[in-house]
């Protein structure tokens, strides 16, 4: 495939986003620690003073597998507006697969998020957390990157014809953070559903990637783990749909720039 | 193979915009054809220079070729690599270094890392730009911005290399290095498109030239004649630019013959060579004392030098119905150049405009004489 021929420009453009996101800040790499560290800070003091935290013995564990693992999504998210724009000097004068630019932010984040990833399972260790089947890990972190590559790519399209999209999206963002269960526990939100129905929590991607995260690390939700497969479902649909709008419109990008 | 883009009043769609639009019932939308069936080839090795006036479709033209647009109907086929140039410091980030941004092209053009590693000395080398290579390139001058460019491009060693508009940028010395290395590219065998507004050096380098006019191939072929076809053209469009007639009619100047010293009609002058002019005029009823004019005016719009019958005591007491007045300039002092040459008729006074033809007819000076300034002042030198 002409992706595999490209490996060179794929790794070099990872190697690029990595370097470049860092690279004018005093803290640099850390700052891929310390935004979750700080996120985590946040929601703790607010989940605390609502009430969440009483919910259950682990809830700090709880919260920073759902922070660190929606900071992958939300990174991604945020970089895929400018996977295009902010390539435009690329895209107009030089010919390659447009397809490897959001592929090599996707990977960049990625790489970040195992980073953080080792960090967590760290602590996990360190606090003596009972691991559920770790195994589930690679899968929930594969659809997790399908996902993400799959609204990065409309998302990044859609910016160049329609700039309004970043204003968007910082909204849809923050519905669908609450939407998912990352400082909630899922039976918060399976509470306002009838029995019969709670699958329709999983139609929201995330939901069922997140609850595949804690079944792995913490052993939790596995209840509803057999759910999960409506989020793939879900997820490899945003995929298919993504890369096939992307290939439709990669020819036009250079002509609206 | 024609490019058409989509104008949009007003750029990118946003939300307001969009709904002024469906209230109107539609966008404002205007198709503009960049190029318009545009057929032609290139033989392998050959070299095609491509010329045409800003916005005439030259790097719509090589982004297509390029592959970063794709047309709108039709097709472009290429055998072998590409390599292309099309703007300074094209696919540079301003945030990594100059080795970083080698590597980066290298990959774009499909090149491994080992072969850009076995290539790097010598774009170094070329781009003479030495210890800034380890800089982010947004601290380059733009000079180290194309050298750099220019010697990526080139040293990728490409089957095609597809240069817009470069040899304009850097200094007289990296210009030789430039032509150097694409008559080396040439001698390869290799093909080469080049853009250019120089049209002396696109001359020199090129087997063919493909002249363009609003998307269209206006001419391809042998470059002298190409580009003389496109500098009548501009010549015209030019001269039409500031053109103008006017007056109030009583006298009309019905045409001016421009004559070489062997009475032979034409627009190209010889420096020191004679020029003449038969102006015919009418005149309605009888006209008492009418001043006949002239003024050569440079591109620029300058006036070289103007006289007229009043100055030079050349009486016409009066004149009624047809007839013309010779005027002949003995020596053309002139640089070379093209200049623009209005002829007029007027009253004594100066207070009523007859007949006044601006920057109406376009001569063309050719000289051998390389003097510096405006025009020529006979001069002696003794010792």
Redesign the interface.
């Known amino acids: 495939m002409d992706l595999y021929?490209?490996r060179?420009?794929l790794?070099?453009?990872v190697n690029?986003n990595l370097?470049?996101r860092y690279?004018?800040s005093t803290l640099g790499f850390f700052w891929s620690l310390l935004t979750p560290v700080l996120f985590i800070l946040i929601y703790g003091i607010f989940a605390h003073i609502l009430g969440f935290s009483k919910t259950r013995p682990d809830y700090l564990e709880f919260l920073i597998v759902g922070i660190v693992v929606w900071q992958f999504l939300a990174m991604c998210l945020n970089d895929s507006l400018g996977v295009i724009l902010g390539n435009a000097?690329?895209?107009?004068?030089?010919?390659?697969p447009r397809f490897i630019l959001p592929l090599a932010m996707v990977i960049a984040n990625l790489i970040n998020f195992l980073l953080t990833l080792v960090v967590l399972f760290a602590y996990l260790l360190a606090v003596h957390m009972t691991f559920g089947n770790l195994a589930i890990l690679p899968a929930v972190l594969l659809a997790q990157c399908a996902l993400c590559l799959g609204t990065g790519l409309i998302l990044a399209t859609t910016n160049v014809?329609?700039?309004?999209t970043e204003h968007i999206l910082s909204i849809l963002v923050l519905a669908w953070f609450f939407l998912t269960p990352v400082f909630y526990p899922i039976d918060k939100q399976m509470a306002f559903l009838p029995a019969d129905l709670n699958w329709l929590a999983f139609l929201n991607p995330m939901t069922g990637i997140v609850c595949g995260y804690r079944a792995a690390l913490m052993s939790d939700g596995v209840a509803f783990l057999h759910l999960t497969w409506i989020s793939l479902g879900v997820t490899l649909l945003i995929l298919i749909a993504g890369v096939a709008f992307f290939q439709r419109m990669a020819?036009?990008l250079?002509?609206?720039m | 193979m024609t490019k058409t883009f989509r104008l949009r009043q007003g750029g990118t769609p946003t939300l307001k915009s969009m709904a002024l639009d469906i209230l109107r019932g539609g966008r404002l939308k205007r198709d503009f054809l960049a190029l318009k069936d545009v057929t032609f080839s290139v033989r392998h090795g050959e070299t095609l220079g491509i010329i045409g006036a800003n916005g005439a479709g030259k790097s719509t033209l090589l982004s297509i070729i390029t592959g970063t647009m794709s047309p709108t109907s039709g097709t472009v086929t290429t055998h072998g690599s590409i390599s292309s140039l099309l703007e300074l410091g094209a696919g540079f980030h301003p945030d990594l270094t100059g080795r970083e941004n080698v590597f980066l092209n290298g990959a774009i053009m499909g090149l491994s890392r080992k072969q850009m590693r076995d290539r790097f000395d010598a774009i170094v080398q070329f781009a003479g730009i030495g210890d800034f290579i380890d800089q982010p390139v947004k601290h380059y001058s733009s000079g180290m911005y194309v050298r750099l460019g220019f010697a990526v491009a080139v040293e990728i060693d490409p089957d095609i290399l597809l240069i817009d508009e470069v040899l304009a940028v850097g200094d007289s010395d990296f210009q030789q290095k430039c032509l150097q290395k694409m008559r080396d590219f040439r001698e390869r065998g290799k093909t080469m498109l080049i853009i250019s507004h120089d049209l002396k050096t696109i001359q020199s380098v090129s087997d063919r030239i493909l002249l363009l006019d609003s998307g269209s191939i206006l001419g391809m072929g042998d470059p002298a004649n190409v580009i003389d076809e496109y500098q009548s053209l501009t010549r015209k469009r030019n001269a039409r630019l500031i053109e103008r007639e006017w007056g109030t009619g009583e006298v009309k100047i019905t045409g001016v013959s421009l004559l070489d010293g062997t009475g032979v009609k034409t627009d190209r002058f010889k420096w020191g060579a004679p020029l003449e002019a038969v102006i015919s005029y009418h005149a309605e009823g009888c006209i008492v004392q009418p001043v006949f004019g002239f003024s050569i005016s440079d591109e620029g719009g300058r006036v070289i030098y103007g006289n007229n019958t009043q100055i030079e005591k050349f009486d016409i007491p009066r004149i009624e119905g047809d007839g013309s007045i010779a005027l002949t300039l003995e020596k053309i002092a002139m640089a070379k150049g093209t200049y623009r040459v209005s002829f007029s008729v007027h009253s004594a006074d100066h207070k009523i405009n007859y007949h006044r033809l601006d920057n109406k007819y376009t001569i063309d000076v050719e000289s051998d004489k390389a003097f510096e300034g405006y025009c020529y002042m006979p001069i002696k030198w003794g010792r």
Do not use: G, Q
């Open positions: 021929r490209r060179e420009l790794l070099i453009l690029r370097k470049i690279k004018n000097n690329l895209i107009k004068k030089t010919s390659f014809f329609f700039r309004d020819s036009r250079a002509d609206e």
